[in-house]
């Protein structure tokens, strides 16, 4: 009996031997002015609510950042995200990049487990995890939306979104070339160039290009380089506007990685199961290098046309994925359980929008989605010495989402300085599973195939009532019920493989935006509560892995953002956040505890988790830099710093293992010609500071973890025309 649990686990192992846990790192103010030349001069424009608003003007909380003002604060790709914003982390779980917005998220390796946090890029779902690790470029800005999104934005935006916006292209010509050179043998290199085709026709493209050569460690066991990337980036833009009132995009990507960045290691105190203890920093001992490579592409198009009593807008797009990754499972240099991906993903959406004219006193958008989602492991492996005389066994599983939604909403003004928004949507999902476990390399059934569904439909909806106390400063209160679609765990054994139900938030919040002394000062701050139920975990239970529903959980917190504009060349930033989290009754949540020997045992099955924090909420985050930038003969000097601050953070609902407080320290200085020249240095983590961002349990043998990126510096050269 024992033997046939064993079996029918099958890739279960791989849960059970990488539980996940990351580092929380803290956030980066909101710069909300790119635009320099005059003081108080320019407002960010956003399309929070899929149209183009004033960032002031938007009653809900917002972290929108400029590109340079990225790069100034160390993020170049969503890796780097959580340098942007109050509350929001990113878990690089197993090469997947798994986003929380406070403390809304949801861990897992698993290929159809989508974020909790949408990722949109020029108005596009993204949901394959695994496929979001990528390096930003052309980029215009990047807009954090906080709190459920579910009416206009729909598929799993309970905790938030994220909206990657590239840039469009130029009626005049652009070229924009960067090449940099940085420690442990990184190359870096970057290119944009827009301008016109034709009458009414113009395009632009952006390649980015990446390799770090020499890793941040070692493995011992193979004797060679460990935690070392290569990224290729490839996207551009068509645009079409045959008549002024009607507006054409088409747009591709492509993007290729091979990322040796996720080797696990064992944290200090914990032992391998060979008796090793910990082994020092950036140093690994499995007897595989584990390793993701893979590839994406695929493209859009979006139309628009203003009829003029109306506008209607269309978004078609279609992505494929696919990849193969590979990791040791146990730590050490036994050859005990080891892990083999091959995934694919392919991923069409259609969405309509029917609005109102832009300069309407009435905003309304109505419209329909349809979401169409094919996910597969085909197969994983996973193999050792702990499947014995059969060496391992393969686990096949594909997933079908459809889902299509209709919504709308609408922001009526009850007085000239009072707004009420309003909006429904309503959405069906349905998911086919088909799954089976084979013996490795054999076409003998542990598991014959077997085919489940899933089907269910929820509503979502936003109400909010916003005011103008003065043309600079608005206040809000907003009530948000967000869903996150169940699913079913593609790297589960059929017979164990359940559906697992919707998650359910209902988010109250009250916030305050503010200009001062001619928007020189913008102050921003938000409180929040958040009713959270139904909470999708993994559990493990007899040697099984599945991913199910758990307890509830109440959270809330204030946030803050403020930048002041103190003369024409010195602009300062600071933000902060407070988060509260608390489970609510949890009888057998899962758990582990490390054992005098060092190594884990399989937890306690009567533990309760009530009254724990959630995993990737620190209780305090916040951050505090500036931007200096001062003209010289032939051009101007820029210095830039960013420190970052991020408490003590719990990794698993046991609340056992947990990364201490942190501060890391970003900065960069460059001269930039007045003909186009231009040069900077630049260090990230400049404190060195030693943080996982991946640490975890593993019943029945090891604490596992990866460290995060040390200090890193180098120089960038570019040419702008």
Known sequence: MALK???????????????????????????????????????????????????????????????????????????????????????????????????????????????????????????????????????????????????LFG??????????????????????FDVGYANYETVKASAYVSGVLADNVSANVAIQYQNQNKGWGRNVTLDQKAFYARDFNLRGKLLFTPDNKTRIMVSGNYSNFDHDNIDLQNPPGSTLLTGEGYLGRYRTAGDVASTISGKSYGGSLTATHDFGGFQIRNISAYQKFSGYQVFDQDTSSLAFVKGEFFMRTRMISEEFHV??????RFQWLAGVY???????????????????????????????????AGFAQGTYPLTDKLNLTAGIRYSRDKVTYIGSETIVNSPIFVDPEQTKEYLKSKPTWRLSLDYKFSPD????????????????????????????????????????????????????????????????????????????????????????????????????????????????????????????????DFGDPTYNAKGNRLPYAPKYSGNVGFDYRRPVESGHVKLSSNLLYSGKAYGELDNRLFVKQYVALSASLGWEGDDGLRVSVWGNNLTNTYYYTFIGATAGASDVAIPAAPRTYGITLGYSF
């Not at 997947?96 to 946090?117: H, K, P, Q, T, Y």
């Not at 994220?162 to 924009?176: L, Y």
């Not at 609005?355 to 309407?360: F, V």
């Not at 953002?561 to 509260?580: F, M, P, Q, V």
Request: hydrophobic share 35%; glycine share 10%.
């Open 5 to 151: 649990m064993l079996l029918l686990g099958g890739v279960s192992a791989i849960t059970i031997l990488a539980q996940p846990v990351e580092a929380q790192t803290s956030s980066a103010a909101q710069h909300p002015q790119e635009n320099t030349s005059d003081i108080g001069a320019g407002d960010i424009v956003v399309t929070a609510q899929r149209r183009d608003q004033r960032l002031q003007d938007v009653p809900i909380s917002i972290s929108a950042i400029g590109a340079s003002s990225l790069s100034n604060s160390g993020v170049t790709g969503i890796s780097q995200l959580q340098a942007a914003s109050p509350n929001l982390q990113v878990n690089k779980q197993n090469g997947s990049a798994n986003l929380f917005m406070r403390g809304i998220g949801f861990s897992s390796g698993d290929l159809a487990a989508e974020s909790s946090v949408a990722i949109y890029v020029d108005g596009v779902y993204q949901p394959t995890t695994f496929a979001n690790v990528f390096e930003f470029n052309g980029l215009e800005r990047i807009e954090v939306l906080k709190g459920p999104q579910g009416t």
């Open 155 to 176: 598929r799993n935006a309970t905790g938030g979104v994220v909206q990657v916006i590239t840039k469009d292209p130029s009626s005049t010509p652009e070229m924009n």
């Open 355 to 360: 609005m109102a004219p832009s300069s309407s």
């Open 370 to 404: 349809y979401f169409n989602y094919d996910t597969a492991f085909d197969p994983v492996n996973v193999t050792g010495v702990l499947f014995g005389p059969i060496g391992g066994v393969s686990v096949y599983g594909q997933g079908r989402t459809r889902s299509i």
């Open 473 to 600: 400063v608005l206040g809000y209160i907003s009530y948000n019920r967000g869903v996150k679609s169940g699913n079913f765990a593609l790297g589960t054994a059929p017979s164990f493989n359940e559906a697992y139900q919707p998650e359910q938030i209902d988010a109250y919040e009250a916030g305050l935006k503010t200009q001062f002394f001619d928007r020189k000062i913008t102050f921003n701050a938000a409180a929040f509560y958040y009713n959270f139920k139904n909470i999708q975990f993994q559990k493990r239970a007899a040697g099984v892995v599945t991913t199910v529903n758990g307890p509830s959980a109440s959270i809330y917190g204030i946030e803050a953002d403020l930048t002041g504009r103190i003369t024409r060349e010195l602009t300062l930033h600071a933000s902060g956040g407070y988060l509260h989290t608390q489970l609510g009754d949890f009888p057998g949540a899962p758990n582990t505890n490390r054992l005098s020997n060092g190594l884990d």
